[in-house]
């Protein structure tokens, strides 16, 4: 097998005939003799002229690539159930991997199924109605649902990434995520997909409950097995020996109910900032240094500085996109970014945060491992005290690193809307002394990115989770808790959408490997 690189200007899709004949010269055999060529991976390249570079594998006559195949979902009806609390990316890769292990996933979700779901997100946008169990970060799909849907990670460690995005392509995602350098779906398709998923999961024999928040989580054993009782607000409870916990890093009640029971806990570091936005145009001409033509993508960036010691960094950047309010319960400003799969709102939105570790807030020491979800939680609550309402304090973002206030705003896509607020007065002085920092840098990278024409809003608090529930790495289980799972973001193990589903997938592999009860 020979793996090599062509590469073509942005609206030339090479042809198979063209593939061919690129592989015919990687392997030095006649067209005629190449058996297969396939593209892996496509990248745009906007450093001198325009290009996709596209990495392709060929082979001759005679030999095969490697195939990717899924193993299939079994009928997993009358078998062993594992409860999964949290139907988000975790949960739901968690129950799929199930059925392959022939397990029957119970997935308990506090929020609504995706279509109800909609309408109390639109309810947020346009009346700040704010539902506490149904929202962008809580229902069918959990947070990544109105996303951007990046699928990116960082880390091969988690698992093959190809089950998570083979997956998804089977359920309606476009198959250029199996190849694209930064793949993401966006939130006109996502919805159909999560919907997708559920379905194959009920027409396998598993079971999907949405309203039911589960409050408490209490051992039991009735003599011939132990496992685990989930107690939901209603009243209503399950039971089974194995539960995997994939309650995502916004349900704070979760973690007091940890730390009721005495269960182990962790501080977490995590970052927190506010969110940019700026004119999708003026980031167009900036990485595409003036070489924007319709129908390239809406432009990308990922800045990092080093300030003081702690990381400053773009964090979930949405080209094309809109800011939305990503709050879980009335009293706080979240933001956070999302967009359509054709990325074509005027804007580009990132968060741009700064790493806050323990030490870093003695204020709130006294909290002892609650101390950065307070901490997180403070500045939320700020936010929302200086405007009375979800809309989102704001700053120009050179009056905001000059500490000064800004005459009048620029537009914005953040539907509850804006107030003009002295944010670096509001932020903790830290975090924006590093900001104010790093913006004066990223220019130096992006020339043209420090303007008055973007503006910076408060606050981007939700980057991960402020809590760690650690977990014996061989097990996988909450420490001296077996048979309890704690999985993806909420466990602070992944952030994002594909870490968090490898995380789940890990998981439900760990749990199915213990015998099942008999
Ligand atoms: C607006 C927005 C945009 C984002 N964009 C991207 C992106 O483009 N790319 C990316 O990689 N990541 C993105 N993220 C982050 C990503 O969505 C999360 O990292 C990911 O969803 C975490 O997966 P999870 O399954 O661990 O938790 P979650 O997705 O948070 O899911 C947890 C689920 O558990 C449910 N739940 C919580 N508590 C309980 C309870 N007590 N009982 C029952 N159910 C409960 C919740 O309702 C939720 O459905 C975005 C997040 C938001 C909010």
Known sequence: MKEFDIAFPVRHEPSDEELRQAASRALGVKADRVAEARIVRRSLDARGEILYRYRVQAVARGEALEKFTLPEYRDVTGAEPVLVIGGGPAGMFAALRLLMEGRRPVILERGKDVHARKVDVAAL???????????????????????????????????????????????????????????????????????????????????????????????????????????????????????????????????????????????????????????????????YHGKFQPGMPAAEYALVEQVDGRGVFSFCMCPGGLLVPAVTAPG????????????????????????????????????????????????????????????????????????????????????????????????????????????????????????????????????????????DPETMCAIGLEGLYPCGEGAGYAGGITSSALDGILVAAAAAAVSPAR
Not at 376 to 394: K, N, T
């Open 125 to 287: 946008n346009q009346k700040q109605q704010v539902n506490p169990e149904s929202n962008y970060c809580f229902g069918e799909g959990g947070a990544g649902t109105f996303s951007d849907g990046k699928l990116y990670t960082r880390s091969s460690k988690r698992g093959d990434l190809r089950e998570v995005l083979a997956q998804l392509v089977a359920f309606g995602a476009p198959e250029r995520i199996l190849v694209e350098a930064h793949p993401h779906i966006g939130s006109d398709v996502l919805p159909r997909i999560v919907e997708r998923i559920r379905a194959c999961i009920v027409a396998h024999g598993g079971a999907y409950h949405f309203g039911e928040h589960v409050t408490d989580i209490v051992p039991f054993s009735d003599g011939r097995s132990k496992g685990w009782k989930a107690v939901c607000e209603g009243g209503a409870t399950y039971t089974a020996r194995q539960l995997i916990l994939a309650t995502g890093h916004s349900s704070r009640d979760i973690y007091r109910m940890f730390e009721r029971k005495g269960w182990p806990l962790e501080v977490k570091g995590f970052a927190l900032g506010v969110r940019a936005e700026h004119p999708q145009s003026l980031i167009n001409r900036i990485q």
């Open 332 to 471: 706080e400003v979240v933001l956070n970014g999302m967009s359509n799969s054709m990325r074509n709102s005027p804007w580009a939105n990132a968060g741009i945060v700064c790493a806050v570790d323990p030490g870093d807030v003695p204020g709130f020491d006294r909290y002892g491992v609650f101390a950065l979800l307070e901490f997180q939680q403070s500045v939320e609550r700020a936010m929302y005290d200086f405007s009375g309402s979800l809309r989102a304090p704001a700053q120009r973002l050179v009056d905001f690193c000059r500490a000064k206030a800004s005459q009048g705003l620029p537009r914005s896509s953040y539907q509850p809307g804006v107030v003009n607020a002295p944010l670096h007065e509001l932020l903790p002085a830290p975090v924006f002394e590093r900001l104010r920092v790093a913006f004066a840098a990223f220019d130096r990278k992006m020339h043209g990115y420090y303007t008055n024409d973007a503006l910076v809003l408060g606050t981007e608090s939700r980057t991960s989770s402020p809590v760690r529930i650690p977990r």
